[in-house]
Structures are given as C-alpha cells and as structure tokens.
C-alpha cells in the first residue's frame, strides 16, 4: 500500500510534529487551566486572537518577535474577560467560553477588514524561519523530524518539560492542582485560590497566543477568517485523552497532528475523493479517538465548579446540579 | 491567668440573619471549651470567624492578651490557630504528606521525601499514627481525622477548634479520638470543642458554653453539677423532654424483604454485601451505623435508584429487582432522601410545583398530560397548611427556605401519598429541634397507620427513641437486627465498630 | 410587583443594557476608523425594521436563529451544553433537499412534511449522538459535539463535490428541490415564506408544553436537579434523550426551513454560523421560549440590517459578532450576578428605609 509508506518518511513526521504544534501548545496551557478548576473551553477564541494578533503585530512592527508577544496580549485579553467571567461572577464556565469564541471571531474578522479592507489583499507579514539546530539535525530521520522545525516546537517541547515539573515537583504546583481538587481545603490552608486561578487562567492565555502564532507566523504570513477551525476544541480533546497530563497530552496532539499530516499527503496523492472527505478526516478521527479508545475519563474533582469563599452557607442553597459538564 | 484566645462581642450578620450577636468567649491554656447548641445557632460562624473565613461586622479577638487581626485563614494559622471542620477539608487525589504540606511551603521546590520524614517524626511525637505516603482516598474517617489533626499541629497550632469532630465516628474512634485530646491538652494546646451531643460534651469537657440563637446564653465552669437535661434545656430555651411518645403496637406482614442483597459503586467495588434485612407493616426498623457504611447504597438500591448486583428486594410481595424507581413508588415506596437539596427538592423550582415531584402525571393534577392549575393550587394550599410550612407565597423558590421548612416540603409530599413502605434516611439533620419533632412525630403517625418504616440515621438517640428494632450497618454489612428492649448504646455501639457478639448475631436472625 | 413580572423586567433591562454596552463598544471602534457612528448606527437600523423588504427579510432570517434557538434553549436547560447545531442544520438541510429533490409526484401537503420530518429525524440523530455518549457514558458533550459540527459541514460539502452534484453546474451545489416541495411566499417579491406561521407556531406549543404539561414540568425538573428527579420517579434518561433529540430536530428544521423556504437548493456553506449563533440566540432570551423568540427576531434584524450597512457604509457584517458576544457576556454576567435592576432603581425613587424592607422580603 502506497499510504503506509508515507508513515516512514521523515518528511511526514516532520510535518506532522509542525502541524500538532499549536495543538500541543494550546492544550499544555490548557492542563494548567484545567488543572486549577477552570474548564476552558475557550481555547478556541483565544488561539483565534493569538493567531490575528501576531499577524497584526508581527505586519506593523514588522518583527517576527515582537509579533509573539503581541499575540500573547492579544489572546490574554480574551483571558481576563474570561477569568473575570468565570472565578469572579462565577458564570458557567461553558457557557461563557461561548460568549468568548464568538467575540473573538467577531473582534479579529472586523479589525482585520478595517486594516486591511474586505476584498483583502493578501498582505504578508514577517514569519518565522525554520530553525535546523547545527550537528543533531544532521542525524539521519530524526534530525529533520526534531531538529529542523519551527522555534515555536521547541518552545513547545520546553514548556512540555517547564509544566511537568512545575505541575508535580513544586509547591506552587501542589497549590494549584489543590484549586482545582478541592479548593476549600487551599483556602483554609491559607492560599489565596481566587490568585491561583486568575494566574492560571492568564498563562493559558499566553499559551493560545503562542499556540495562534504557529497557525500565521510558521510559513503562511497571513490571516483569515476563523482561521483556529476548531483547534481549541481538538486541544481540548487532547487534554482530556491525555488525561490531564503534560505528557500524555502531548502524545494526544502528535495522534491528531499526524492525522492532519496523513490528510494533507493523501490529498495530494489524488484518490479522485473530493478534497472535503480529507478536511473531515482530523476530526473524526479524534472524535473516535476520544469515543472508542478513551472513555469518559475523570478530571480534576472541582473543574467548572466556582470557588465560593463562604462555600458552607452558598453550598446548602445552590448545591451541584446537573453534573457531568467537564468531562466528567 | 491570661486566656490564650478572647473573643469579645463579636457580631456576624448574614443579610437581615444575625448568626452572631454580641459574643463573647474564653479559652484558657490547656483546656477543652465546649460550645454547644442546636443547628442553626451559630456555632459553626463563630468559628469561622476566629478563623478568618468570615470578618466580623463588630467586636475584637484577642490571641494571648494581644489583639488580633484575623483578615484570612493564613493569619489565624500565623497565630497559631488551628481548625479541623466538620466536613474534611482534605483532597482524596493527594497524599496524606501532600494535604498536610498543601500551603505551608514559601519556597518553590519541593522535596516530598523531606517532607515525608517530617510528618513521620510528628506523628510519633503527638501519637498520630498515619502514612504520609498513602492517598486519602484509600484511608477510614477516623484515619482521616488524625491527618486532619495532625495537618493543623503540624503548623504548630496551640488552639485547636473541633467541628463536630464525632459526628462521623463510632462510640469506640469517639473513645480514641477524646484520648488523642487529653493527651493534647499534656502537651499546653487549648481545645475549642464543637458539638451538640450532650454526653459526649459532658465527659470531654472542662467548661461548656451554651450557643442559642447567636448569643452565648450560659457559660457552665462546674460540670459536676450538670446533667444532659439541664443543658439540653438550656440548648433550646425551654424544658425539653428527652425522648417521644409511642405507643405499643403489634407490627403486621412483612412489607419489605431484603435477601442477600448486593450492591457495587461506579468503579465496581462492592459496598453492599449479602445484606438482609425485613420490614413489617406497622414497625420502624432503625438502621443504625456510622456515615459511610453503605447506608446511602442500601438505600438507593431499596429505592431502585442504583442497580442491583446480586439478591432481591421484595416490596409488598412483588419482586423489584431490574424495575425503574417509578415502579418502586407505584408499589408503595415513600422515600424521605438523605440529601434534600440533591434528591429531596429541586431548589429552582416552586414550593408548590416542590410538592408535586412524584404526583404531576396523577390525576387531577394531569389531565391528558395537560396541567390542572385549580387542582394542584388547591392541593398545594392543602400540604402548606397541614404540614405547617412557612412560607411567603406557594410561587417562592424552594431554594429561599430554611431547612426545616424545606424537610416539611418533603415529608408532607411523601407522607401524602400513604405509602406502604417509608425510607426515612437521617431525615432530622440539620434541622432545629422543633421541625425534629415535627418529622418525628409524622414518622410516628405513620407507623400507627400502618405503615413499615425504615429509619437511617447516624444519630443513635434518635434510633433507640424512635424504632422497635435496631438493625446496624458496617461497611455493607448487616452487623445484626436488635429488638429495642436489648438495644443499647453500648452494644449498638459495639457493632457499629464491627464487632460481632454472640448475643447480637444470635438475635439476628429474627 | 409580582415575582414573576419583575424577573421578566429584569432580563429585558439587562438585555437592553447589554446592547447599548454593544453599540458604545463597537461606536468607540467606529470612530476608531473614522465612521459615523450614528450615520452607521442608523443605516443598521433601517436596513432592520424599516420597508416591507428590509422588515421581511429580517423575518426570513430570524426564522432559522428563533428554531434552533428553541433546540439550544431546550438542551441547556436540561444541563445538556448541545452546542452541534452548525452540525445538526447542515444534515437537516441535506436530507430536507434530497427528499425535495428525490421523491417525485408528491401533491405538497405531503412532500413538504415529509421534507420537514425527514430534516428533524436527520438533524435529531446527529445530536443524538453527543446526547447517548453523554447520557449513557457519561462522555462530555460540548467536545463531542462541536467536532460533530466539523464532520457534518464537511460531509455534506463532501456530498455537493460528488454523488449530490447537481447536473450542468460547475459549482458545488445540489439539483433544485420539486415545486411540490417548495414552501409558498407570504409577500410577493420577498423571500419571507409560510415558514413563519410554521416557526410562530412551534413558539407558542414550546411554551405549552414546556410550562403547561407534565412532560415541561418533568423536563424542567431534570434540567434542574435531575438526581432529585430521578430519585421521585422521573426516567431521566428518557426526557434528557427527549430533550437532545428534540433540540437536534430543531437545528434540522432551522435548515430545512431555508431550503424550502427560499433557497431552493443546496449550496455548500449555505448558512454559515447560524449553528453557532443560535446558541447566541438562547442565551440571548435568557433560556426562555418568548425570549428566544424575540432574541432570534433581534438578530436576525441585526443580520439583515448589517447587510444594508455594509453596502451603504462599508461597515463590515462581521461587527455583529462582536455585539454579540458582548450581549451574551452581559446578559450572562447581569443574570450570575443576580442584578436586581428593578430593586436598583426603585431604591434610587424611595428612601433608604423602604428598600431594605423590600431586600428583607425577598
């Protein structure tokens, strides 16, 4: 079978590891988020924002660089309202993260025809350049797979190991796994929860400014319209494959980066199947991914749950009702 | 002698609620203060207070003579005050060394096995024996105590508050735990001991005072001339009579039959092991035990609402097993939930559509699946007015109700629909004793129209008052069915913890 | 005042609230690049409500926003964060066009139901599948289906690039539906069809049923503790089934509607993101059938009066996402919050004494 040989060349993987990037970024900030009780499902607006505002910024300063941060303000705009939203008025968690997605596509569509016009000429910004990291990507298959990508993949794969430890070999870590298990028993220890969770609300944020700068800075240099399609969501699929884990999280992303990679070969090997059928391909695979080989898995105990500080007399009129929202 | 800890006219309103009204209060260096009162009275504030959870809207603390400011839990473990609540604050998905160290670390990394070696060397010192490697989640309620104690000495609190430390423990862990204390108090840490068991306060404490609708009413410094009756007295504000009228009554056929009944949770683990148990018309069997035990379990697989893994339940001589709870109700069940807020009541809707949860498809209610507004209005005004609930208007949210009010809902809803069987699970707690005796005497009426009651509750007293025999749970297990001629405390007690005596066993077979 | 009338109040206020938050937001934008914002402001409003052409199609395309929107309203209410509906109104509009375009010699009393239903069964199955993973597995249902969402849209423009091409045409798009199957126009020259006496119709049996029938009353329970109605004999399983189904239906009938009514024929990306703003919609009318009716009404007039402003003032449509969002945020934010806004002001109007009188009879 011609498709099989496609799995062992270096250029598949290459491109795959390229294309589970932002995936992979956006779903490690996403674990820190979660981790801390606040499900984010708007992974997905934000990555949009990132991804506008380091076209934006990276086009105006012309600074591929300066564009990064940008876009890291861009999205963790998004997550302010959303942190205010969801740890202050104590909104729904899901819901608000709707209100979220549809702003976020409402603000960088529009702000995009106002700089650049409707009928848009495409206008390039400065991108970022592949980075062949001298002896090791040499190495025959794993050099080019490894060694020859994007700085933003080796962002990612040092926040892989930065979260890990954090997350399970620090006491700030301990602290925020403890918001989001039980966040009574973290303020009774004398923590303050509410700063926890904002700070790990706001770090998510930045995660999806990277994760939305590899969709416009790695090779295309331009925008379009709800470019993020639905990669928040897959992030979020990822998260809850990996089971809450950087690394396992991280294995998820490479299963749909892969997909889309197989996707994008298969397209042009010409099957004379019509293009859509391959477009459809990485989400249902991740749609039977999550159904056939995860199951419904447990997340952290108070995920969606506000933090009410004087939980014992709220708690006896709004108990928990209808649970099973987070994953759960 | 200066009082290590002074509490002056502190008052904490909630809203229009005053849950504190000028209170004041002392502990000395190496004492146990019990503060005792009914639900509702303002312990649990106070306490919270003096811990920094909630501010108080007026009055000073006062911490070894020096004034103090307690803004947040961290300040009060900053003065060396040290809280174990009622409900455990600890996370079952960490480690004993993980709960106990959760906040305590300035520095960023954190080394578990120094850790670990720490809480060891503590646990020796105090005689708190625990794991600091184990998961909570794997540990018993008593285990959990000592790492809830152990947590607070751990940030070296000389003041140590205890809410409701033995609601979750048998007679004998309540023994252990009072050693713990008296071994505490050796070593200089004051005790605020938090309660409303009298007898328990009685033989812990060195000074008791009395809480009753957020004021300090009585403060008792000589125990030796206090029985449970004059503090019970001075608990609710007037002569109360421990204790309920019943009459004698000869029970009839057998209404429920539980065999070899099996039930096992989500991950497959059996909770309920080959449990036997019979219900006649006409008797309340109490089911005493310690939280936890499978009571909930037993009820849910009685009540049809969790399925069945083995054995059979038998109601009104049908057998129900594999039936959805609907069947269990038309067959005659009457079910008073151990959660009102989760099972009991739908919290956003209206007292009156509260009170016809089971019944709304039944005519008159229903007519062609089309509401009766006339018929429900009038049946609706009917229950408020019989069951005495207090409300504002029938349109309130459920949710806007006191508890009392809120159990009345359920009981006279339940209690409405003259069931064969009732399952009363702890349908008391949390309320004042006046709705307590309300629901006490509906489940007495109910047993004079001949209806089998079975009564869960983790409060003995209110087992031995109320049941003709006493069946006891432990760990899913039927430990033996009592008649209430033999059922006292101490034997109760004794299988409550799991021990089998012969006299027990031999009479449980009946 | 009654409990029930000043709770009614109170979503209107904080709606209203919410848009003029909205148009500050997006005036402040405007300025930002030099529009006249009242200029704009204005061009919206006529292009809304005013002129039987600009009130119709405002209609046309509030109709699809008020159906789904009802679908939308229904599942969350029962805790069921359906959000498939892009998914779930491309499948209905697909099976409404084959039915439409494959049965042939119907008299139109029963293609058009069958072209109807065939939408419903077509859109409910697609949200059953979240709604069963959910119920039965316990699987989150946001995730699932918004990935149902991606797999749906491209399916169906997958079957528009091949074995549902329309014959003669290089674009991908479906053959024309028969005139049996064909909704008939209210006004000559619009695009406003009889699938508003359908959709004004559905509105008010909704509200029948969810408030006035035993089948609401228990919908209603489940959504809202559905352990205390299990534990009093609701088959909760059943109504949340009921419920996903009947929410998926109606994203299928936001499709089909279009298809029948006006469009004729399928064309790929037919009605992009309405699956999406009916979720706008629900929030908007705060979960309501009324308030679903008039937030889908609103936005559909937002919609078809952005399209007017853009022609006239080169204001881009993509604007309303950001009104939007912001209202969904407000609304969201004033309702968790618990603003009193009729306490608020009548406490402004009487002396202090009084309104905390009023506070303590709450």
Known sequence: ?????????????????????????????????????????????????????????????????????????????????????????????????????????????????????????????????????????????IGPVLFGQYPLTYIALLALFGISWFLFHTSRGLELRAAGENPQALDVAGVDVIRIRWLAVLVTGAFCGLAGACLTLNGLNTFYDNISSGRGYIAYAAIVFGKWNPMGTTLATLLFGAGDALQLRMQAMNFNIPYYFYLMMPYLITFLALVFFMGPSKGPAASNVPFVKDKARSSKRRPKQTSGIGGK | MTPVLSVRNITKRFGTNTANDHVTFDLYPGEVHSLLGENGAGKSTLMNVIYGVYGADEGEIFVNGKRAEIASPKEAIGLGIGMVHQHFMLIPAFTVAENIVLGMKKELRLDMKQVEAQILEASQKYDLHVDPHALVSTLSVGEQQRVEILKVLFRGAKILILDEPTAVLTPQETEELFKILRNLKKDGVSVIFISHKLNEVLSISDRVSILRRGKITNCFDDLSQCDPQVLASAMVGYQVRLGVDKAEQEPGET?????????????????????????????????????????????????????????????????????????????????????????????SMSVLENLFLETIQDKPYSKAHVLQKKAITEKAKELVEFNDIRTASLDLEAGALSGGNQQKIIVGRILDQEPKLLIAAHPTRGLDIGATEFVHRCILKARERGCAVLLVSTELDEILALSDRVAVIYEGECMGVVPQAQATKNAIGLLMAGVKNKEASGTAAS | MNKRVRSVLNSLISVVLALVLAFVVIGILLMWRGYDPAATFLALFKGAFVGKSNLSASLVLAIPLILGGLGIALSFRCGIFNIGGEGQLYLGAFAATWL????????????????????????????????????????????????????????????????????????NQSPKIQESAMLSRLIPGTELSTSLYLTIAIVILFWFIFYKTDIGFKLRAVGANGEAARTSGVNTGKYLLIAIITSGALSGLAGSVQILGYQHLLVQNFSPNTGYDIISVALMGSLHPVGVALAGFLLGALRSGASVMQIMMGVPVTILYIIQGIVILSVLGFSYAKIDFIGLVSGLFSDSKRGMEKEAAK
Not at chain 1, 57 to 68: E, K
Not at chain 2, 294 to 315: D, F, T, W
Request: proline share 4%; charged share 15%.
């Open chain 1, 1 to 141: 079978m011609e498709v099989l040989k496609i799995f062992l060349t270096p250029d598949f993987w290459s491109s795959a590891i390229r294309l589970m990037t932002p995936l992979m970024l956006a779903a490690l900030g996403g674990i820190i988020c979660e981790r801390a009780g606040i499900l984010n499902m708007a992974l997905e607006g934000q990555i949009l924002m990132g991804a506008f505002f380091a076209y934006l910024g990276s086009y105006l300063t012309q600074n591929v660089w300066l564009g990064l941060v940008i876009a890291m303000i861009g999205s963790m705009s998004l997550a302010v309202i959303h942190a205010f939203m969801s740890i202050n008025v104590k909104v729904n968690q899901v819901v608000v993260a709707l209100g979220l997605n549809t702003l976020a596509i409402g603000i960088t569509s529009t702000i995009f025809r106002f700089m650049f016009g409707t009928d848009s000429q495409m206008a390039n910004c400065p991108g970022f350049k592949a980075i062949h990291i001298p002896g090791l990507s040499d190495i025959p298959f």
């Open chain 2, 255 to 347: 209404v429920l039959e539980v065999r070899d009944l099996r039930v096992d949770d989500e991950r497959k683990r059996p909770i309920i092991k080959d449990f036997n148990l019979s219900v006649r018309a006409g008797e309340i069997v109490g089911l005493a035990g310690v939280d936890g035990n499978g009571q909930s379990e037993l009820i849910k697989g009685i009540a049809g609402l969790m399925p069945l893994s083995g054995g059979k339940v038998v109601l009104c001589g049908q057998e129900m097993n594999g039936k959805p709870p609907r069947a269990f109700i038309d067959a005659g069940l009457g079910h008073i939930p151990e959660d009102r807020h989760r099972q009991g009541l739908v919290l």
């Open chain 3, 100 to 171: 439409g375009v494959n049965l042939q010699g119907l008299p139109f009393f029963l293609h058009i139901p069958i072209c109807l239903l065939g939408s419903m069964l077509f859109g409910g199955m697609w949200a059953l599948i979240p709604g069963w993973l959910k119920i039965k597995k316990g699987y989150n249902e946001t995730i699932t289906s918004v990935l149902l969402n991606y797999v749906g849209l491209y399916f169906v423009n997958y079957t528009l690039a091949s074995f549902f091409k329309g014959e003669g045409t290089l674009n």
